[in-house]
C-alpha cells in the first residue's frame, strides 16, 4: 500500500505511516513496514559498559550507523584505533581522545589515563544481517 502512495504522489506521500488505534484504549500504535529498513539496526537489550551508537553522514550524504566499542588495557596512555575505522570517523575519534587527554587533569583521570590504553572499534551495523 504504501509503495503504491508513493506512486501516486511520491513527495505527498513519502513520509507516510501506518497506525491503528485501539477503540478500548484510546492507543495509536504504528505498525512498521519492510521498506522502512533497518528497524532492528539498533538491539533493545542494553549495551555492554563502554559500548555506544552513533550516526553519521558521509560526503555522499549516505547515512551510516555504528556501535562504537572501547576497551580498555594496561598501557601507557595510547590510544590504538581497530582497522577499518578511517576518514571522518577516525578523526573525530582522535579528536575525542585528544581533547578528554588535554582535560584528564582537571576531570581527576590523569593517573588512570596515564597507565591505561585505550582500544576503539567501530562496527558498521549496516553491514550486519537483520534478525
Same mark, same amino acid.
Given at each position: 500500500? &504504501? /509503495?503504491? !502512495? &508513493? &506512486?501516486m504522489g =511520491?513527495? +505527498?506521500?513519502?513520509?507516510? =505511516?501506518?497506525?491503528?488505534? %485501539?477503540? +478500548?484504549?484510546?492507543? +495509536?500504535?504504528?505498525?512498521?513496514?519492510?521498506? +522502512?529498513?533497518?528497524?532492528? !539496526?539498533? #538491539?533493545? %537489550?542494553? !549495551?555492554?559498559?563502554? =559500548?555506544?551508537?552513533?550516526? #553519521?553522514? *558521509?560526503?555522499?550524504?549516505k547515512v551510516? !550507523?555504528?556501535? $562504537? /566499542?572501547?576497551?580498555c588495557s #594496561?598501557?601507557?596512555?595510547?590510544?590504538?584505533?581497530?582497522?577499518?575505522?578511517?576518514?571522518?570517523?577516525?578523526?573525530? $575519534?582522535?579528536?575525542?581522545?585528544?581533547?578528554?587527554?588535554?582535560?584528564?587533569? #582537571?576531570?581527576?583521570?590523569?593517573?588512570?589515563? *596515564?597507565?591505561?590504553?585505550?582500544?576503539?572499534?567501530?562496527? *558498521?551495523?549496516?553491514?550486519?544481517?537483520?534478525?
Amino acid at each position: 500500500m &504504501k /509503495e503504491q !502512495l &508513493k &506512486k501516486m504522489g =511520491s513527495f +505527498e506521500y513519502y513520509q507516510t =505511516s501506518f497506525s491503528c488505534i %485501539d477503540h +478500548e484504549t484510546r492507543e +495509536e500504535r504504528y505498525v512498521g513496514v519492510p521498506e +522502512e529498513g533497518g528497524r532492528d !539496526l539498533i #538491539s533493545a %537489550d542494553p !549495551l555492554q559498559p563502554g =559500548s555506544v551508537y552513533i550516526a #553519521s553522514v *558521509d560526503d555522499q550524504g549516505k547515512v551510516g !550507523l555504528y556501535r $562504537i /566499542e572501547v576497551g580498555c588495557s #594496561s598501557g601507557t596512555g595510547k590510544l590504538r584505533i581497530a582497522g577499518g575505522v578511517e576518514g571522518v570517523l577516525k578523526e573525530a $575519534i582522535q579528536r575525542a581522545f585528544a581533547y578528554i587527554q588535554g582535560h584528564k587533569v #582537571s576531570m581527576g583521570i590523569a593517573q588512570a589515563f *596515564d597507565t591505561t590504553d585505550f582500544h576503539v572499534q567501530a562496527i *558498521d551495523r549496516r553491514r550486519q544481517t537483520f534478525r
